[in-house]
């Protein structure tokens, strides 16, 4: 089988920029639960795949003739809005609750001009209603959502502050009906009506570009999330989809302090090996028209030797061990070892081999490491810094060991920066072993019933394969293997 090396690739590791995507689409239950309008909140870690989901789903959704509406990173200013809004010091106003009214007025004003952009030109009944609403109170107005936004929200600013400073009747009633959207409702029915032909849906993603932890971004996103959430609650033809980083999630007391409220319509992003083999198979065969009809397995063996001269070790599972299930850094990896083999003296193709994997690995293994310090930046600011403290190290430690290690970290015997000195100083060892675990730097020896879990040849979990775990009853923890190459880690001695 004739393989062009100049031609193979494994695809973008970022959607948006995928133009095969489509053709590559793993249709995992995950999306039949968003298809099917049971999940709308979507949760997972940098590089798991929300962008994706939710690229595939508005182009089948528009192939079934629904109104997709997406609200692009780009709409997103959080710089902005804490430079033209009063902190709520400031103001003495709630923003969460300003917020949240603040996106339900977006999005039924934007669902209202989608829904009147659509089919004939000549409006009558509730488009005509509707229409008639954005001509006389919308038309030659900022168009921009962040705009649209924070033209709602200085409203409600200038408001607030004013009923606090004198308390009128007038101004009370005027902020209530901002707050309400009295001024939408009668054209709520309007809105169902038309959706009833017209299903809409409207994507929101990538809340995580420009995020800067401050108090109008947790605002922002949590006020998205109530307005979100009610809207799905009350209308049956639209739908407003939401995907966030879950670390950020996590760390929104709003959002996390309600999570059994929302529960049942949130959908967390896990993938497992099986997953990440066919997402990969099908990008190999997308390359390889000829390996379509053979299963995924062989498609791999195709491109990667079977079994790597490492220890007999089988290669799928050698490169998916480098990562934490993600389907980003599967195929970083994989287009990392395709371009070293490409860009060497290497003229005919035969299956990747270890020493080809392995060249690829350090270069690979320094982007993840300093990823996921960036991805964490603001829960834990200098996180590389404590990391690397375990540079030249055995990668593979009883307890004691990495409790030893620590402890020097906490009393300044090895040193690490400022910012992570910051936060370190509240903690002791085992609250800094739930950090290195939780952002994937750690695996566990599978012990008792854990035993069940595990890969035959891999003894060690991490917590994209396990979320919850005894920390205290591990008796020995590895470094996980994506970062061992970069922080040039030993094996240990037997």
């Given at each position: 089988?004739?393989?062009?090396?100049?031609t193979?690739t494994?695809?973008f590791?970022?959607?948006?920029?995928?133009?095969d995507?489509?053709?590559c689409?793993?249709?995992?239950?995950t999306?039949?639960?968003l298809?099917?309008?049971?999940?709308?909140?979507i949760?997972?870690?940098r590089?798991?795949?929300?962008?994706?989901?939710?690229k595939?789903?508005?182009?089948?959704e528009?192939?079934?003739?629904?109104v997709?509406?997406?609200?692009?990173?780009?709409?997103y200013?959080?710089?902005l809005?804490a430079?033209?809004?009063r902190?709520?010091?400031?103001?003495?106003?709630?923003?969460?609750g300003?917020?949240?009214?603040?996106?339900?007025?977006?999005?039924?004003?934007?669902?209202?001009?989608?829904?009147?952009?659509q089919?004939?030109r000549?409006?009558?009944?509730?488009e005509?209603?509707?229409y008639a609403y954005?001509?006389?109170n919308y038309?030659?107005?900022?168009?921009?959502?962040?705009?649209?936004?924070?033209s709602?929200?200085?409203?409600?600013e200038?408001?607030k502050v004013?009923?606090?400073?004198?308390?009128?009747d007038?101004r009370v009633?005027?902020?209530?009906?901002l707050?309400t959207?009295e001024?939408?409702?009668?054209?709520?029915?309007d809105i169902?009506d038309?959706?009833?032909?017209k299903?809409v849906i409207?994507l929101?993603?990538?809340?995580d570009k420009?995020w800067?932890?401050?108090?109008?971004?947790?605002?922002?996103v949590?006020?998205?999330?109530?307005?979100?959430?009610?809207?799905?609650a009350t209308?049956t033809?639209?739908?407003?989809?939401?995907s966030?980083?879950?670390e950020?999630?996590d760390?929104?007391p709003?959002l996390?302090d309600?999570a059994?409220k929302?529960?049942d319509?949130?959908?967390?992003?896990e993938?497992?090996?099986?997953?990440?083999l066919e997402l990969?198979?099908?990008r190999?065969a997308?390359k390889v028209p000829?390996l379509?009809?053979?299963?995924?397995g062989?498609r791999?063996?195709?491109?990667?030797?079977?079994?790597?001269?490492?220890?007999r070790?089988?290669s799928f599972?050698?490169?998916?061990d480098?990562?934490?299930?993600r389907?980003?850094e599967?195929?970083q990896?994989?287009?990392?070892?395709?371009?070293k083999?490409r860009?060497s003296?290497?003229?005919?193709?035969?299956?990747?081999n270890y020493?080809q994997i392995?060249?690829a690995?350090h270069?690979y293994?320094?982007?993840?490491?300093k990823?996921?310090?960036?991805?964490?930046?603001?829960?834990?600011?200098?996180l590389?810094?404590i990391?690397?403290?375990?540079?030249?190290?055995?990668y593979s430690?009883?307890?004691?060991q990495?409790?030893?290690?620590l402890?020097k970290i906490l009393?300044?015997e090895?040193?690490?920066?400022?910012d992570a000195?910051g936060?370190c100083?509240?903690?002791?060892?085992d609250k800094?072993i739930m950090?290195l675990w939780q952002?994937?730097?750690?695996?566990?020896?599978?012990v008792?019933?854990?035993?069940?879990?595990?890969?035959?040849?891999s003894e060690?979990?991490?917590?994209?394969?396990?979320s919850?775990l005894?920390?205290?009853?591990?008796?020995?923890?590895?470094?996980?293997p994506?970062?061992?190459?970069?922080l040039g880690m030993?094996?240990?001695k037997t």
């Open positions: 089988m004739k393989i062009d090396l100049n193979l494994f695809g590791p970022a959607a948006e920029r995928d133009p995507l489509h053709a689409f793993v249709f995992s239950e999306y039949k639960r298809e099917k309008r049971e999940k709308t909140i949760l997972g870690n590089g798991s795949g929300k962008s994706a989901l939710f595939q789903l508005a182009e089948n528009r192939r079934k003739g629904t997709v509406i997406q609200l692009a990173p780009e709409d200013a959080y710089e809005l430079q033209v809004l902190s709520e010091a400031q103001g003495s106003w709630q923003k969460h300003a917020y949240a009214a603040a996106w339900k007025h977006l999005i039924y004003i934007t669902v209202m001009k989608h829904l009147i952009n089919g004939c000549f409006k009558k009944g509730a005509a209603r509707l954005l001509r006389d038309e030659g107005t900022e168009t921009n959502p962040i705009g649209m936004m924070v709602f929200m200085k409203r409600l200038l408001l004013k009923v606090d400073g004198y308390e009128t007038i009633r005027k902020l209530k009906r707050y959207l001024d939408l409702e009668p054209f709520l029915a169902r038309v959706c009833r032909a299903r409207v929101v993603d990538e809340l420009g800067d932890a401050s108090e109008d971004a947790i605002a922002f949590s006020g998205l999330f109530h307005a979100a959430t009610s809207i799905n209308e033809n639209m739908s407003i989809y939401v966030l980083r879950k950020l999630y760390n929104i709003a996390y309600d059994q929302v529960r319509i949130i959908e967390y992003i993938w497992d090996e099986l997953g990440l990969i198979g099908r190999i997308r000829e379509e009809k053979v299963s995924f062989n791999w063996n195709v491109i990667f030797s079977e079994t790597l001269d490492y220890r070790t089988n599972n050698y490169v998916v480098r990562t934490l299930y389907p980003r599967i195929i990896f994989c287009n990392d070892i395709s371009d083999v860009k003296e290497v003229k005919d193709f035969s299956p990747f020493h392995a060249e690995e270069g293994s320094e982007s993840r490491l990823d996921i310090a960036s991805e964490y930046r603001f829960q834990y600011p200098g590389q810094s990391l690397e403290t375990f540079r030249g190290m055995t430690m009883e307890r004691d990495l409790i030893d290690h402890i009393l300044g090895i040193p690490i920066d400022a000195m936060w100083e509240s903690f002791d060892q800094l950090v952002v994937g730097f750690l695996r566990a020896l599978a008792g019933g854990l035993k069940a879990r595990r890969r035959s040849g060690y979990l991490g917590i994209h394969q396990i919850s005894n920390l205290a009853a591990i008796p020995r923890f590895h470094i996980h994506m970062f061992r190459a970069f030993k094996e240990p």
